[in-house]
């Protein structure tokens, strides 16, 4: 059994959130090259983690190391998205509630944006630390919550508590899960992602090929999720001592995913940093579930194929309908990846309506 390479470092001094968080494909990118392995290890949240950074190491991670319990935890949760129970969610916060509605959007938004800043507690007089807040909200929306599932014996939340979960806290921790409004934030992302990939004169015939080919519309969704995840990964923590690629993987270790690194593994991908639609009738054709943008396995995102539908509705309606650009053509399209991938810089585009025959045929609308 190999050791990982790379090293966890001490306690706090030894720490790397910070330099991950300001820029984790960078992070990773300068670590593929020095350790020359695809899996190693390093310490965020002051915890030894063993970073996946490959094809083989994630399908490994989620599918192989998830066990029967994650299985059976995710057909209890499908269950509660079934047709009469998604009718009944306008009823889980009645219209005579305003004030605990306005409450919980903004504790979600508190504790959202609190937990990606540094993983620093800090409260003195006068000033709190972004994490400290958000465990404080944290906190307030599991008093709701835990409110709500002992009380509401209806709808999403009542049917959520019925479930046959592993522990009684885990409905608690699913509900905080659902309103986080995750699947909102991978749909703005890949929405974001799409438009700037099919932007200008450039891709006009990448565009006019996506609208008339349904099958090159979807290589094209598939290789703008390659590219650009809207997440940049995911987590767990290995209860027993196990391996990921034949590497040693200590009890109480994290197992950290990285979708941008994975996406890009050149033992899969070829010319991996490249946009290339045909990949996915190529050598890449019926592997599309080699993907993690939305997680994979028995534990990926439920909500997976919502986001999916609604990724292909709202991008073959503008495929249809615009043409655009963007306006200055020279702007700065680096990327932010945390906590949802997305231009660095505010950026300008310019749409022009098609006519009924395809063609630019009005005045450019609203950037």
């Not at 949240?45 to 935890?73: I, Y």
Request: net charge neutral.
């Amino acid at each position: 059994m190999a050791k990982l390479p790379g090293n966890p470092g001490y306690p706090v001094v030894g720490d790397k959130s910070l330099e991950f968080y300001k820029d984790p494909v960078g992070f990773c990118e300068h670590r593929l090259k020095k350790h020359k392995s695809r899996v190693f290890l390093t310490r965020f949240t002051n915890k030894p983690t063993a970073v996946v950074c490959s094809v083989r190491g994630m399908r490994e991670l989620l599918h192989e190391k998830s066990g029967e319990e994650a299985c059976l935890l995710r057909l209890s949760l499908s269950s509660i998205f079934t047709g009469a129970c998604l009718e009944s969610w306008s009823n889980d916060i009645p219209e005579e509630q305003p004030q605990l509605y306005q409450e919980i959007t903004q504790l979600c938004t508190q504790h959202w944006h609190g937990l990606i800043s540094a993983p620093v507690s800090v409260k003195v007089p006068m000033w709190s630390s972004g994490f400290s807040m958000a465990q404080e909200a944290r906190g307030r929306l599991m008093d709701i919550i835990k409110d709500k599932l002992e009380n509401d014996k209806q709808g999403f939340v009542g049917s959520l508590g019925t479930l046959p979960l592993p522990h009684p806290g885990c409905a608690s921790q699913h509900l905080l899960l659902f309103i986080s409004a995750l699947i909102p934030k991978a749909l703005a992302s890949l929405l974001t992602s799409f438009t700037l990939a099919l932007s200008g004169t450039q891709q006009e015939q990448t565009r006019q090929r996506a609208r008339e080919e349904p099958e090159f519309f979807r290589c094209v969704l598939l290789e703008v999720q390659r590219l650009w995840p809207p997440f940049i990964g995911g987590r767990r923590i290995a209860n027993k001592d196990t391996t990921i690629e034949g590497f040693a993987i200590p009890q109480g270790h994290v197992v950290m995913y990285v979708s941008h690194a994975v996406h890009r593994d050149p033992e899969v991908f070829q010319q991996p940093n490249h946009f290339l639609p045909d990949r996915w009738t190529g050598r890449n054709a019926g592997q599309e579930h080699l993907l993690c943008c939305l997680g994979n396995g028995p534990r990926n995102c439920i909500g997976a194929q919502l986001t999916d539908n609604f990724v292909k509705t709202a991008c073959s309606y503008l495929l249809t309908h615009y043409d655009w650009t963007l306006d200055p053509p020279e702007q700065n399209t680096a990327y932010k990846w945390l906590p949802v991938s997305r231009p660095a810089e505010p950026l300008h585009v310019s749409f022009t309506r098609l006519d009924p025959t395809g063609a630019p045929g009005g005045p450019p609308s609203a950037q």
